[in-house]
Nanobody, 121 residues
Framework: QVDLVESGGGLVQSGGSLRLSCVAS???????MAWYRQAPGKQRESVAS???????TYADSVQGRFTISRDGDKKTLYLQMNDLKPEDTAVYYC????????????????WGQGTLVTVSS
C-alpha cells in the first residue's frame, strides 16, 4: 500500500524553478497536507503547509519564492519553487493527515518516499 506518491524533483541551476507534485491514494480522506525537506546532515524541516480550507504557512526561508497548493479534490498537492538557491538542495517529502475510509476509520499520518531536488550554483 502506497499512500502518497511524489514526483517532480531534479537538477536545476540557481535561480531556476521546479514544481513538485504529490498524489494521495483513495484509501483515505485527506485533511491537512504539507511539504518537508531534509538536507544532507540536517534534520527534516517544514517547508510549507495547507489545510482543508486553503490556509497556508511557509518557512521564512522560502516565503515569497515557494507556493503550496492543492487540487479541487484536495488529494493532489503541489509545491511551485521559484528562484531556487543551492541551500534549497534536499530531499523533499510530502505529508498528509487523514482518515482511512471504512471502519474503524483510523487516523492516518502518511509520508511520501521523497524526491530529490538539487540546485547547482
Amino acid at each position: 500500500q502506497v499512500d502518497l506518491v511524489e514526483s517532480g524533483g531534479g537538477l536545476v541551476q540557481s535561480g531556476g524553478s521546479l514544481r513538485l507534485s504529490c498524489v494521495a491514494s483513495d484509501i483515505f480522506i485527506v485533511h491537512a497536507m504539507a511539504w518537508y525537506r531534509q538536507a544532507p546532515g540536517k534534520q527534516r524541516e517544514s517547508v510549507a503547509s495547507i489545510n482543508n480550507v486553503g490556509t497556508t504557512t511557509y518557512a521564512d526561508s522560502v516565503q515569497g519564492r515557494f507556493t503550496i497548493s492543492r487540487d479541487g479534490d484536495k488529494k493532489t498537492l503541489y509545491l511551485q519553487m521559484n528562484d531556487l538557491k543551492p541551500e534549497d538542495t534536499a530531499v523533499y517529502y510530502c505529508h498528509a493527515d487523514g482518515t482511512v475510509l471504512g471502519p474503524p476509520f483510523n487516523a492516518i499520518d502518511a509520508w511520501g518516499q521523497g524526491t530529490l531536488v538539487t540546485v547547482s550554483s
